[in-house]
């Protein structure tokens, strides 16, 4: 009866206790070793990004072509276990596989296997490789620390907060291209030149007119279109300083917005059955799904 009592039972229970700790290393940052998890992944991202960036240069890839192939090769590789590890750790896979991270993580290394079909053309390929690019996407499951949580949550409701004084602004920026576009076709569009034929100075039309309003506005200045008449200079003069006035008004508005937003105290745990962060740190319920954390 002793030796009855004495042996080790193997039930899903052990195999449920395992999983939950590689998911704590995985999808958390609260124990060094999900700490040292989430550093060594954003290494490996960087890293792959460089590798990438150093292959698009012609005379690099010519010297050192097969160099970087086997970095790429190990780096999607890496990618592949880990992407597998989090598929196996979660209680849902397909809420993983299908949410924005594991979107994300699949185009890290789909790409690669992709360019080694031999059904793939050379521009198919160049293609595919500038979207292993994003990849670089990954290093945001990294910033997940709790300070870092709880500037990103007041950022957005202070974005949201100030949503109805943000579409007012930008109600008026559309009206007042509009005005000024319609202005500014009406004094410089119609000119004539010596021949009686109508010139083609940029202003033809009221959407040309318009494209030029928003350039000014926005002081980018490409110096493409430009009023030539002392009234469109005029006119050119005001539109330039409304968009130095402008310019800072978006900016007011969110800052006011974010110094009156409350910070809360976050915490880095991650919901297991809807993949949602972002919880109070008293939270004992998900807020976006009831699961208990």
Known sequence: MNLERNVVKSDPDDARTWRQQIYEVVFEADTPAGVLFDVILLVAIVLSVMVIMLESVESIRHEYGTLLVGAEWFFTALFTVEYVVRIACVPRPLRYVFSFYGIVDLLAILPTYLIALPIMTDAETQRLTTIRALRLLRAFRIFKLAHMLSE?????????????????????????????????????????????????????????????????????????????????????????????????????????????????????????????????????????????L
């Open 152 to 292: 990103a949550e007041a950022l957005r409701d202070a974005i949201w907060a100030a949503r109805a004084k943000i579409a007012v602004f930008l109600s008026f920026v559309v009206i007042s291209v509009v005005i000024v576009g319609s202005a500014m076709h009406l004094i410089e569009g119609g000119r004539l030149d010596d021949d009686g034929q109508t010139m083609s100075n940029g202003f033809g039309s009221i959407p040309e007119s318009m494209y030029w309003a928003v350039v000014t506005m926005t002081t980018v200045g490409y110096g493409d279109v430009s009023p030539t008449t002392a009234l469109g200079k005029a006119l050119a003069a005001c539109m330039m300083l409304l968009g130095y006035c402008m310019i800072i008004v978006p900016t007011g508005i969110v800052s006011a917005e974010f110094a009156q937003a409350a910070k809360k105290n976050m915490t880095v745990r991650v919901c297991d059955n809807c993949m949602a962060e972002g919880h109070e740190a008293d939270a004992r319920y998900c807020k976006y799904c009831g699961t208990m």
